[in-house]
């Protein structure tokens, strides 16, 4: 399955390049919520709550309201999480809070488990020169992804595993290290980070991964109407 991706930014949709530089902005939202009503999961994530630099919560409940979207950036306490779902977001998704000191914060992950259901929860896991990073990528761990995976695998109903050495350069993702992480779970798994083609995306679900586009998209490089939603 294909699962658009709409980030936000200074109250824009936005494209970032290794989540830094900009090479896409749209300043008018309508456009690409009409083009993504057909898809039966979208992905919103608010980059402005994620770094700590204010939040785009109106422009999220309002998307919220027609996509049905699954929302992360700044969810850092079981209150924002909260806060989401009461927004309009079917899940939300979980990245940094789940680690402390260089380990999974197991207590943090069953408290939200609980709070919220788990599944609601997706647990995002990015990858860069194959540990673990957090704090928008800056932050390396002393883990993999499928080490992060294993631990997480009770606390979540599904798992967003972002390749981050690929991401935003439209060369193509890294499919061995998707399915490392597709084989260390039960759990439903999502694949970010370079997809770029329709063959990608026709892989990556016969192994039962779904797969989320920005740039492509965007860029018109892969046109959504030869997709099935």
């Given at each position: 399955?294909?699962?658009?991706?709409?980030?936000?930014?200074?109250?824009?949709?936005?494209?970032?390049?290794?989540?830094?530089?900009?090479?896409?902005?749209?300043?008018?939202?309508?456009?690409?919520?009409?083009?993504?009503?057909?898809?039966?999961?979208?992905?919103?994530?608010?980059?402005?709550?994620?770094?700590?630099?204010?939040?785009?919560?109106?422009?999220?409940?309002?998307?919220?309201?027609?996509?049905?979207?699954?929302?992360?950036?700044?969810?850092?306490?079981?209150?924002?999480?909260?806060?989401?779902?009461?927004?309009?977001?079917?899940?939300?998704?979980?990245?940094?809070?789940?680690?402390r000191a260089g380990l999974v914060d197991l207590d943090f992950a069953?408290?939200?488990?609980?709070?919220?259901?788990?599944?609601?929860?997706?647990?995002?896991?990015?990858?860069?020169?194959?540990?673990?990073?957090?704090?928008?990528?800056?932050?390396?761990?002393?883990?993999?992804?499928?080490?992060?995976?294993?631990?997480?695998?009770?606390?979540?109903?599904?798992?967003?595993y972002t390749h981050v050495d690929t991401e935003g350069l439209m060369?193509?993702?890294?499919?061995?290290?998707?399915?490392?992480?597709?084989?260390?779970?039960?759990r439903r798994v999502t694949a970010a980070g370079g997809i770029t083609?329709?063959?990608?995306?026709?892989?990556?679900?016969?192994?039962?991964?779904?797969?989320?586009?920005?740039?492509?998209?965007?860029?018109?490089?892969?046109?959504?109407?030869?997709?099935?939603?």
């Open positions: 399955m294909l699962i658009p991706s709409i980030d936000l930014q200074g109250g824009r949709i936005v494209q970032l390049v290794q989540g830094e530089r900009l090479a896409v902005e749209a300043a008018d939202p309508e456009p690409w919520i009409a083009k993504f009503s057909r898809f039966p999961r979208v992905q919103l994530i608010d980059l402005d709550a994620a770094k700590g630099d204010g939040d785009n919560r109106p422009m999220v409940t309002s998307i919220c309201a027609r996509l049905p979207c699954r929302v992360g950036g700044g969810i850092r306490s079981i209150e924002r999480a909260e806060a989401m779902l009461a927004s309009g977001a079917h899940a939300v998704i979980v990245s940094s809070a789940l680690f069953q408290a939200l488990a609980d709070a919220v259901g788990l599944e609601r929860v997706i647990a995002a896991v990015d990858s860069r020169g194959g540990h673990v990073v957090i704090h928008g990528w800056r932050t390396p761990l002393p883990m993999t992804a499928v080490d992060a995976v294993r631990a997480l695998n009770p606390y979540c109903g599904e798992f967003l060369r193509g993702t890294n499919m061995d290290a998707i399915l490392a992480v597709r084989r260390a779970t039960d083609t329709r063959e990608e995306i026709e892989s990556l679900h016969a192994e039962g991964v779904d797969a989320v586009v920005g740039m492509a998209i965007y860029t018109g490089q892969l046109a959504l109407d030869d997709l099935e939603s």
